[in-house]
């Protein structure tokens, strides 16, 4: 029973939609705004810094305590493993929310700061490298969570460490499917530039 509950508290968890939250204090239902995605980049481009920082240190702070209840199901690796993806699941398919979140970049993040953190320093220095060249959120995304499950082999962390790197890596690909298909377009959304006829909500200060 303590093991169900602990993978059942980690998906719970990881279906709190932050930015949704977020939005909502400042009177927005983010959904409606930019891309219709609850994670820190609609929110940055719809709301501004504050907002998109709130919703990034929650959306990590989600992932790493998924992962965190994942380890209380049981001794050994694979149980904060289940722990990390299904934080991740949470995220993306939130029972809040009728099963539409995010893109779960950032709650992997956070799991995986609780799982493999050195495996996050190569991924971390790959996003931002690509962002600053590129100014592509969703390639720099996906360029980390390639690399991440390749990072997790090369260090050495548990075989279930890697195998939850790898499928929290399917999904936020996955999740991205519609951006994936833009960036071979070359139609895709540069940070920094404002998505066309998705601006800043009215009303909503600067």
């Known amino acids: 029973m303590i093991p169900l509950l602990a993978l ?82 949470g995220n993306c398919w939130p029972v809040f929310l009728r099963f539409r979140g995010g893109k779960g970049v950032a709650t992997g993040l956070g799991a995986f700061l609780r799982l493999a953190p050195w495996a996050i320093v190569p991924a971390a220095v790959v996003w931002l490298a690509l962002l600053a060249s590129f100014r592509f959120v969703s390639l720099a995304s996906l360029c980390a969570a390639l690399g991440l499950p390749l990072a997790v082999l090369a260090l050495g962390y548990p075989a279930a460490t890697a195998v939850a790197a790898a499928v929290v890596a399917a999904i936020v690909i996955g999740r991205h499917h519609q951006n994936i298909g833009r960036l071979l377009a070359g139609t895709e959304n540069r940070l920094g530039r404002p998505r066309p006829g998705g601006g800043r909500p009215a009303g909503v200060a600067r």
């Open 8 to 89: 059942a508290g980690a998906y719970l968890v990881g279906s709190i939609p932050v930015g949704f939250l977020v939005a909502r204090l400042a009177g927005v239902d983010i959904r409606r705004h930019g891309s219709g995605n609850i994670g820190a980049t609609n929110v940055l481009r719809s709301l501004g810094t504050a907002p998109a920082v709130a919703t990034l240190l929650g959306d990590v702070a989600k992932g790493y305590a998924g992962a965190w209840l994942g380890s209380l199901a049981g001794a050994g690796p694979r149980w904060a493993a289940a722990g990390a993806v299904l934080v991740v699941v």
